[in-house]
C-alpha cells in the first residue's frame, strides 16, 4: 500500500522499471531482504499484459507472511511452492516465504485474460487454477522450464513464448474493459456505478455484464477497491478518516473503517501506526 519504490536491480535492460508496492501490506517488514522488480511486456502482448513482476528473496531466517489487498486483474505465478492462474480475488489473500527464492508473475491488464482463457474471467474469480490444469502438457512444461531457469529475464521470455503461441487476439470490448478500469484507477472522485456508465455511454446493466465477462468482477467492487487502495495510502500520510470517507464517496467514517478492516485485515487507526513504523 506505501508509494514507497522496493529496492530494485538495476541491471542494462530498458525494460526494467520500478515499481509501488501498491496492495502489500506492511512493505516495510524486511525490506532489506527482498528485490521487486517490474518488467514491461514485449510489443507483441502488450494488449494483454500490464507487466511482468519478480519477487527475490535471500536470507529469511524466520518465515515471513506477505499480505495483499488484490487488484481487479488476473495473474500467473509460478514459484517452488505454486504455479497457477488466480482470478480476481475480492478478499486479502497472503504468501509465506521462507529461506530463499523466487516468484514469477504475470499481472494481465484488466480484461486481458479473456482470449487466453477463452471464457468469461468470472469463471475464475476467486479461484486459483493450476497452469497445467488450465494448459494441460504444455503449460507443466511451461513451469518446468521457468522453475528450471536461474536468470529471472530468461524465465520472463519462456512465460512471452508461452502466451504468444497461444494466439492472442485483440477484442474490443477487452480493450474497453481496460480503460474504463483505469478510468476508475486513475480518478478519485469517481465512486459511483453510475457516474462510470454515463461516462463510458452504457447502461448499468451493460457495463456490469461487461466487467462481468473481461474484468471478473463487478465495477461497484472495482471502483470501492481502488479507493480502498487510495485510503490506505491516505490513512498512512495521517488524513483524517472523516475527511477521507467523504472524499471517497462512503456514507460515513463507520461505512470505511468497516470496508477497510474487511480488505486490510486490521481498522485504519492501526495500519496507520504500522505504517509509520521506523
Do not use: C
Amino acid at each position: 500500500m506505501s508509494s514507497m519504490a522496493a529496492r530494485v536491480p538495476r541491471p542494462p535492460d530498458a525494460r526494467l522499471v520500478e515499481t509501488r508496492l501498491r496492495g502489500w501490506i506492511d512493505p516495510y517488514a524486511g525490506l532489506d531482504a527482498f528485490d521487486f522488480a517490474r518488467l514491461a511486456p514485449s510489443p507483441g502482448l502488450a494488449a494483454y499484459v500490464d507487466h511482468f513482476w519478480v519477487v527475490t528473496w535471500t536470507g529469511l531466517a524466520e518465515p515471513y507472511e506477505q499480505r495483499i489487498v488484490s487488484h481487479p486483474t488476473v495473474n500467473m505465478t509460478i514459484t517452488d511452492d505454486f504455479h497457477r492462474v488466480a482470478g480476481v480475488i475480492k478478499g486479502g489473500f497472503s504468501y509465506t516465504m521462507r529461506g530463499g527464492g523466487r516468484v514469477l508473475g504475470t499481472r494481465f491488464r484488466p480484461g486481458g485474460f479473456r482470449t487466453f482463457l477463452g471464457a468469461p474471467v468470472s469463471r475464475l474469480t476467486g479461484r486459483f487454477v493450476e497452469i497445467g490444469e488450465l494448459y494441460g502438457p504444455a503449460g507443466a512444461a511451461l513451469v518446468e522450464r521457468v522453475l528450471a531457469e536461474p536468470d529471472a529475464r530468461t524465465a520472463v521470455a519462456l512465460v512471452e513464448a508461452f502466451l504468444l503461441g497461444l494466439g492472442p487476439r485483440r477484442d474490443p470490448l477487452a480493450e474497453e474493459a481496460a480503460a474504463l478500469v483505469a478510468m476508475a484507477e486513475g480518478d478519485g472522485s469517481l465512486t459511483r456505478v453510475g457516474e462510470l456508465a454515463a461516462r463510458s455511454g452504457r447502461s448499468v446493466r451493460s457495463l456490469q455484464r461487461l466487467f462481468r465477462d473481461y474484468v471478473g468482477a463487478g465495477p461497484k467492487w472495482v471502483i470501492r477497491r481502488f479507493r480502498l487502495h487510495e485510503a490506505a495510502e491516505r490513512v498512512s500520510q495521517g488524513l483524517d478518516l472523516a475527511t477521507l470517507a467523504a472524499e471517497l464517496g462512503y456514507t460515513d467514517q463507520a461505512h470505511l473503517t468497516r470496508d477497510f478492516t474487511a480488505a486490510i485485515g486490521m481498522p485504519p487507526a492501526a495500519y496507520a501506526r504500522l505504517s509509520a513504523r521506523p
